[in-house]
């Protein structure tokens, strides 16, 4: 077999999830090489990710490297993946998923009756952590992990919110830190997915062998609500699947970029009525008064 090329950004974070995607091909008997690839997202570090204007912030410059063949498969983190994918490529395989949760990273204990500042680039957490805490001040932060955890040293923030998954890869979940379970994650969050060419139907089969089965279904659940309620990549929108013997448990939840409304639902169903189960939570969700927000953020 020839060396694979796997396609990845610089950052450090996607640079281990690449080389851990390498390692399972190595563990299969293949090789691989890294082709590193800078995204929009990559670029421009300042402006909110939800005023960037586009799908696939992160993922574009990757789907082109595929379409033109530099490139044999690329890595991405899902969350970041856009529901509906360029023609010509599809999701190959999803590596089994990580601890999906939010944490609070602080510089010391903190009271959170209290009034704080906050720091988020994620309309999703902005908009959750203001439900909650509507008295705090959120403020903006983008950048790779190391940028993030830098500038929340270097200020005078209270905390600020990562993806547990996220420090976990790259070792460098702080000392300090508040686990968020009330925090509903981004839709696929803590999971790595490999993208492919649908037309490199050779190496589809060997690529297949990495995916895992019970992550691919439940996120194709949370990816199926953020699809239904035509939200994209950084829509204020959270979803979580998990199974439990022969049951999915599903909680889904939109909320105003304010915080003031939010809309959730939580159901359980059986394993074998699990088609179109994330769109008909989608579709509660909106019936319940949530088609006026996603106007709302649409305009």
């Known amino acids: 077999m020839q060396t694979i090329k796997i396609g990845t950004r610089k950052s450090e974070l996607a640079l281990k999830q690449a080389n851990n995607v390498g390692a399972s091909i190595e563990k299969l008997g293949g090789t691989y090489e890294l082709v590193l690839i800078q995204s929009v997202g990559d670029i421009d570090l300042k402006t909110p990710l939800h005023e960037i204007g586009f799908t696939g912030v992160f993922t574009k410059a990757l789907d082109m490297a595929l379409l033109n063949g530099d490139i044999d498969i690329a890595v991405h983190s899902l969350k970041d993946v ?23 990273v602080t510089k010391e204990a903190l009271n959170l009756a209290t009034k704080l500042t906050i720091a988020t680039g994620s309309i999703r957490r902005k908009a959750q952590w203001l439900h909650k805490y509507p008295a705090h001040q959120i403020v903006g932060l983008r950048g790779n992990v190391h940028t993030r955890l830098q500038k929340l040293a270097d200020s005078e923030w209270s905390g600020a919110i990562f993806s547990h998954s996220g420090l976990d890869r790259v070792d460098l979940i702080p000392v300090h830190h508040i686990e968020l379970n009330w925090m509903t994650p981004a839709p696929a969050q803590g999971v790595v997915t490999i993208s492919i060419a649908e037309a490199n ?43 439990e013997k022969d049951t999915v448990r599903f909680k ?11 809309f959730e639902i939580e159901e359980t169903i059986k394993m074998d009525q699990v088609v179109d189960f994330g769109r008909k ?19």
């Not at 190496?203 to 953020?226: G, S, V």
């Not at 889904?252 to 939010?262: F, H, N």
Request: with cysteine; glycine share 8%.
């Open 82 to 104: 856009p529901t509906e994918l360029p023609k010509g490529i599809v999701q190959a395989a999803v590596i089994k998923r990580d601890n999906p949760i939010d944490i609070l």
């Open 281 to 299: 939570c989608a579709q509660s969700i909106l019936a319940k008064g949530g088609a006026e927000i996603m106007k709302e953020l649409q305009n």
């Open 201 to 243: 139907v050779a190496l589809m089969p060997f690529i297949q062998q990495l995916n895992h089965a019970e992550t691919a279904l439940i996120t194709q659940i949370e990816r199926d609500f953020l699809n239904e309620l035509e939200g994209g990549c950084s829509a204020p929108i959270g979803a979580l699947a998990s199974i």
């Open 252 to 262: 889904g939840v939109l909320t105003a970029p304010d915080g003031k409304q939010q």
